[in-house]
């Protein structure tokens, strides 16, 4: 059974950091595109930064220079360090697995990021 998991959520302030975690059991992280997305409420979910199995790697225009994802196939975790965070960053962020072959698509049940003013 394939689990997602995200952790590093919290409380920070405006200007602060935080970095956010995914790992998955049951799938092999280098035949997954991985992908940080963020649901801010009323409004749509959208992908934030996402790392090929390639290490190609794509951000939002509104977290470029800001954000930074990398994968440790070691610890087979997906990180996503998060500087100079803004309010508008507030939202639950969630993982996703996306198998490079078959389409199958893993979520988390993502964690919490506030920022504080």
């Known amino acids: 059974q394939v689990q997602v998991v995200e952790s590093g959520g919290g409380l920070v302030k405006v200007g602060g950091s935080l970095r956010l975690s995914c790992t998955a059991s049951?799938?092999?992280?280098?035949?997954?595109?991985v992908a940080w997305y963020r649901q801010a409420p009323g409004k749509q979910r959208e992908m934030v930064a996402r790392?090929?199995?390639?290490?190609?790697?794509d951000y939002a225009d509104t977290v470029k220079g800001r954000f930074t994802i990398s994968r440790d196939a070691a610890k087979r975790t997906v990180d996503l360090q998060m500087n100079s965070l803004k309010p508008e960053d507030t939202a639950v962020y969630y993982c996703?697995?996306?198998?490079?072959?078959?389409?199958?698509?893993?979520w988390g049940r993502g964690t919490q990021v506030t920022v504080s003013s």
């Open positions: 790392i090929t199995t390639m290490g190609r790697m």
């Open positions: 996703n697995f996306a198998a490079q072959f078959t389409g199958e698509s893993y």
């Open positions: 049951g799938i092999a992280l280098s035949s997954n595109n």
